[in-house]
């Protein structure tokens, strides 16, 4: 009895022929600056944070422009639920209002700060300038949990709870 299994070999990978715009962009990227990336990055978060700044997110419904599709379909806070009130109390100093806004939010942004800082830092002068944070799985683990307990106890009705509800 004979196989009829085929052992030759499989055919070459090709690399596709890269079109001209995306010869352009790595062009321009193998080109750049080191400071290109961590630039970007503060153009990013600053339109973001003048955005918050300039819309008053304190003022806005369920209701209102842009909105949570969450909280307007079900009523429920969703876990990213008072990010941006949270992020424009930070702005202003009101650490307890922003808090009451997003806990995790506010335990974040410092840590969010330093990491950037020092991506930041040690690409732009090319060397260890700060250290880097190192993040376990565990911790991961450990601030998703608290999130979602968060999220959960947020959305209780009861009174220990309500103050959580935004």
Excluded at 38 to 52: M, N, Q, S
Excluded at 99 to 125: C, S
Excluded at 131 to 152: D, E, K
Aim: hydrophobic residues 50%.
């Amino acid at each position: 009895m004979t196989s009829t299994v085929d052992h030759s070999a499989p055919p070459p990978y090709l690399v596709p022929q890269q079109d001209r715009f995306t010869m352009w962009v790595t062009r321009a990227w193998m080109r750049s600056p080191r400071w290109t990336a961590p630039l970007a990055v503060t153009a990013c978060i600053g339109g973001a944070l003048a955005y918050t700044e300039f819309a008053d997110p304190t003022d806005l419904t369920a209701f209102s422009s842009p909105t949570c599709l969450i909280k307007l379909t079900t009523g429920f806070d969703c876990p990213g639920c008072g990010g941006t009130r949270a992020a424009w109390y930070l702005m202003h100093g009101n650490i307890p209002q922003a808090a009451r806004h997003h806990a995790i939010f506010v335990f974040a942004v410092p840590f969010l700060l330093y990491a950037y800082v020092a991506w930041a830092a040690n690409l732009v002068l090319g060397r260890k300038a700060m250290p880097m944070l190192r993040v376990s799985p565990r911790a991961v683990s450990l601030l998703l949990a608290a999130w979602g307990v968060f999220t959960v106890l947020r959305n209780l009705p009861w009174a220990p709870f309500t103050w959580l509800f935004v």
